[in-house]
């Protein structure tokens, strides 16, 4: 052939033959539309445009068998085989068959704090082990998870009421029998709005739907008459007092079959008349045998102006 009429066969569309020992480079840009085009230019080097009707563009194998694809009028990149990465992704995502995943979310050799505190639903990355698949899972399934990992005689956090302002009184469900044997609950300076006044805690058995307020239905130390387990007697609002510190605990109160004991201990508080600072404990039992799954504390009188309580769980090991 001579070159003039090899140029004439390829613009023409009636070339058909093999090129050997030689290179094609085309020197113009391809165009939308084209049925199959080879173009280049300088900003994008080599490309490649079709159009059919499942694909764009395949590339296949020696074997005849698809292996990349660009799905018709997409940007979409479709692999039969795996894709083995020996430097850094970069662009808009990874296509993951259970979904697609910003190549920033798989930066987990660097990145920047995500800047706010982690929440229940807040998903993380987790490799099952068997054959290596990757799965999400949620901040609350772990926590879940560790929480059941938790060995026998660990304190756990539950639950706190946050800053109390001018309460009527404060409740606690997340009892959970299956874990937890005992609770405790600490008081940071609960300060009533009512001067010299009592605390009380108020055991639920149906969730805290209902809470036992029965005088008789509670014994404390050496009297029979009480409304509640008692946490604190004689507390005061005056100015300079302080309100109560220290911690209250409940011992088995899902053992049906037997009474509900507390103990507060360590509880300090100051009088007014003195100014002295008092450290007591006080012991209680509420004298139902049931499955007690709440707790309300409120004051004999008057709401709670101000402080925090905190409840931890003792773990059971199981």
Request: glycine fraction near 14%.
């Amino acid at each position: 052939m001579t070159k003039a009429r090899d140029t004439a066969n390829i613009v023409g569309g009636g070339f058909s033959g093999t090129i050997a020992g030689a290179t094609m480079e085309p020197t113009g840009d391809t165009a939308a539309g084209d049925n199959a085009a080879i173009g280049f230019t300088a900003a994008e080097g080599l490309i490649l445009t079709g159009q059919g009707s499942t694909n764009d563009v395949t590339i296949k194998n020696d074997a005849d068998a698809d292996v990349i694809e660009i799905p018709t009028g997409t940007v979409n990149v479709t692999m039969a085989g795996t894709l083995g990465v020996t430097g850094v992704i970069t662009g808009g995502g990874l296509v993951v068959p259970d979904g697609s995943i910003a190549v920033a979310d798989l930066d987990i050799d660097g990145g920047t704090d995500i800047g706010a505190a982690l929440v229940d639903a807040d998903l993380m990355i987790v490799d099952d082990g068997a054959g290596g698949t990757n799965r999400k899972a949620t901040m609350a399934r772990l926590a879940t998870y560790m929480g059941g990992k938790i060995t026998g005689g660990s304190m756990v956090y539950l639950a706190s009421s946050g800053a109390i302002s001018n309460a009527a009184n404060v409740s606690f469900t997340q009892f959970d029998a299956s874990k937890y044997d005992h609770y405790q609950f600490y008081f940071q300076h609960v300060i009533p709005a009512t001067d010299n006044t009592f605390m009380y805690g108020y055991v639920s058995t149906d969730g805290g739907s209902n809470y036992d307020t029965t005088n008789g239905n509670y014994h404390k130390q050496n009297t029979t008459d009480a409304p509640g387990l008692e946490v604190v007697e004689s507390a005061g609002s005056d100015t300079n007092e302080f309100g109560i510190c220290g911690y209250f605990e409940l011992f088995a109160p899902h053992n049906s079959s037997s009474y509900t004991m507390s103990s507060s201990g360590n509880i300090t508080f100051q009088t007014r008349s003195d100014g002295g600072v008092y450290q007591l404990s006080y012991t209680s039992i509420h004298l139902v045998a049931a499955d007690v799954d709440a707790i309300q504390f409120a004051f004999s009188s008057g709401n709670i102006e101000s402080g925090e309580i905190v409840m931890y769980g003792i773990a059971n090991g199981t």
